[in-house]
Structures are given as C-alpha cells and as structure tokens.
T-cell receptor, first 112, second 114 residues
C-alpha cells in the first residue's frame, strides 16, 4: 500500500518568515493533494498536482511535485497567523481518486 | 453553495451501544468517502461510494462497521456495539467523481465512547 511521510511533524515560525513542508511517497503518485485543517474543522482543499515538475501557487502558498512524482513540497512565503493549522498531503496511487492515502500532517504555529 | 454537512457534530455514547453518523454530500457529487481521524493519527480510509457501483469497503476495520448510501446522496455510517477504540473524528467527503477530483470534506463527527 502507498505510504506518505510528512516532515517536519510540527513547526513554529515567526510571522513573516518563510517555511517549507515536505511530503514523500513510497510509490509514484498519480496525483498529490494538499489540504489544511484547523482544530475542530474539516479539511480545506489547497491544491492538487498531477504532472512531474508541476508547480502551483495560491496567494502566498506554492506547491511543487518533483519530476519523479514521489515528493512534493509546500512553501509558504511571509507566513501569517492565518496560516496556522495542520497541513496534510494526500496521495492518489491509482489515478481514480477512489482512495486517497494521507500523511500524518504537519502542525504549523505562527508566532507574532 | 452548501458544503458537505455531517451530523451530529459531537456524539458521546456508552460502550456497547450502536451509533449512526450522517453525511449530506454536496449536491451533484457522485463520489462519497468516509475517513476516520484518531488522536495523533492520520486519516484512515474507511469506505468509498461512486455512483451506483459497489462500494469499496476495504478500509472498514471490523464487521461492526457498515455504511450505506441511499439514492446516491445521503450516507449513514453505522457502528454497532461501540468500543472505546472507536473514539475518533469521523470525516465524510464528497467529490464530483473521476480522476483528479478534489475531495470536499465536512467538519466531521467527534465520537466519544465512554
């Protein structure tokens, strides 16, 4: 079965600083999804990557998928308190989005 | 528009009791998923419905767990004879179906078994 490893497990950054979260898969990915979760809430979809070398940006968040489609990174520029939460990557190992496998998440705290 | 709705948001039950968790997906979404999120754990896949196809039940942890989806819309996850290890947040998601369709999650039902 497909396994995803996220690093770091937790991160504390000062407001305004940049940060990167990594997601590594044990198998080639058909699609890689990034989500954000706040305590007591569901997961909010951020971005989906499917092509090797693909990069997408939304506001101050950029996600990349490597050429081999086994590793993705999520980069936040000039972090803000609103970026705090748990970031999860989800992998589609079949190309059908029928059973996404999720990493254990990265907990981000942004201090003032 | 309306997102995925789950009810109840919180449920406390005694060990051995049965519980039903409800999920109202986004209108028009053909795919529906149930996941479980335990404290300190990642999301664990439980079951997947797609249209009229037979559901993928491969993630259900035991025969005490079952789910159905009526009329291709609302879904109910039932846990019989609840155990303390069933305590978790149960998340439902729906998607338009097909490859590369992002899942849209509800806020979950927090189940506590005492």
């Amino acid at each position: 079965s497909q396994e995803l490893e996220q690093s770091p497990q937790s991160l504390i950054v000062q407001e305004g600083k940049n940060l990167t979260i990594n997601c590594t898969s044990s198998k080639t990915l058909y699609g890689l999804y990034w989500y954000k979760q706040k305590y007591g809430e569901g997961l909010i979809f951020l971005m989906m990557l499917q092509k090797g070398g693909e990069e997408k940006s939304h506001e101050k968040i950029t996600a990349k998928l490597d050429e081999k489609k086994q590793q993705s990174s999520l980069h936040i520029t000039a972090s803000q308190p609103s970026h705090a939460g748990i970031y999860l990557c989800g992998a589609d190992g079949t190309g059908t989005a029928s059973k996404l496998t999720f990493g254990t998440g990265t907990r981000l705290q942004v201090t003032l | 528009g309306a997102g995925v709705s789950q009810s109840p948001s919180n449920k406390v039950t005694e060990k051995g009791k049965d519980v039903e968790l409800r999920c109202d997906p986004i209108s028009g979404h053909t795919a529906l998923y149930w996941y479980r999120q335990s404290l300190g754990q990642g999301l664990e896949f439980l079951i997947y419905f797609q249209g009229n196809s037979a559901p993928d039940k491969s993630g259900l942890p035991s025969d005490r767990f079952s789910a159905e989806r009526t009329g291709g819309s609302v879904s109910t996850l039932t846990i019989q004879r609840t155990q303390q290890e069933d305590s978790a947040v149960y998340l439902c998601a729906s998607s338009p179906g097909g490859p590369y369709s992002p899942l849209h999650f509800g806020n979950g039902t927090r189940l506590t078994v005492t």
